[in-house]
């Protein structure tokens, strides 16, 4: 039984090696590139939209929706970053229905990758909205010892994300694969409408974390300025 679809190496060259996880993320990536290429390149602000354009407006919508009830102010900013991560694991988990098809996010090497996009990601928004001083002054908050502390949870806290997908989209593949070789005829929908749920609720949680680690990033900033704010009013009143 294969554990990851890194097994399957099409071709290797010293340390140069394309295997399944690699090939089927390009392909997803290709997908969905034209695909949103194929949508955007026509939209109408009427009354009379296409199929498409609906369906794409309805998920754009909600993904905006999620982001500011998380804390961020401005979705338009974030949806781009967060909605493309939901895409992402949302259809690669879901193309499972296809036979033969092993998911990319079974792999560890697919998403470290993720989790690493959203640990670069907090401290560019975290910067772009406070400054370097501003966003680096978080990590001695609420005192200079948490320093260590602060660091070794924005590690941790990335490894989570990469085992926590990786474990789950794994272990759900290697159910199924025991109880199709017990019952290849009674599990196989059951089983796969499990794994479209499984899939869709890990991508769900995936792209919520990174909103939640965004916006404490950003929030922080939004906080101090707000209780300069209100210094600078008293010092006015008082003056």
């Not at 498409?52 to 998380?70: A, Y």
């Not at 895409?87 to 098809?101: G, M, Q, S, T």
């Not at 401290?123 to 070794?152: D, H, R, V, W």
Request: glycine residues 6%; proline residues 5%.
């Amino acid at each position: 039984m294969k554990l990851s679809p890194d097994e399957t190496i099409f071709w290797q060259h010293g340390f140069i090696t394309i295997n399944l996880t690699i090939v089927t993320t390009w392909a997803l990536m290709l997908v969905l590139v034209v695909s949103s290429k194929l949508i955007t390149r026509k939209l109408k602000t009427g009354i009379h939209i296409s199929r498409w354009q609906c369906i794409l407006e309805m998920i754009v919508t909600t993904i905006s929706s999620q982001i500011k009830e998380v804390g961020l102010d401005n979705p338009k900013k974030y949806v781009g970053f967060i909605g493309t991560l939901f895409l992402f694991i949302a259809i690669a988990n879901l193309c499972i229905i296809f036979p033969w098809y092993e998911p990319p996010t079974a792999s560890l090497s697919t998403t470290t990758a993720l989790a690493i996009c959203v640990f670069l990601a907090v401290p560019f928004f975290g910067i772009e909205k406070g400054g370097i001083k501003g966003y680096l002054a978080t990590y001695i908050e609420p005192t200079p010892i948490m320093l260590p502390f602060n660091l070794i949870s924005e590690v941790t806290r990335t490894l989570a994300l990469a085992v926590r997908l990786f474990g789950n989209i794994m272990s759900g593949g290697m159910i199924v694969a025991i109880l199709l070789s017990i019952s290849p005829f009674i599990f196989p929908v059951i089983m796969n409408m499990l794994g479209l749920l499984t899939g869709m609720v890990q991508a769900y949680i995936f792209s919520i974390l990174a909103t939640v680690y965004i916006a404490g990033a950003v929030q922080v900033k939004q906080k101090d300025k707000i209780k300069l704010k209100t210094k600078k009013q008293k010092d006015n009143k008082n003056g």
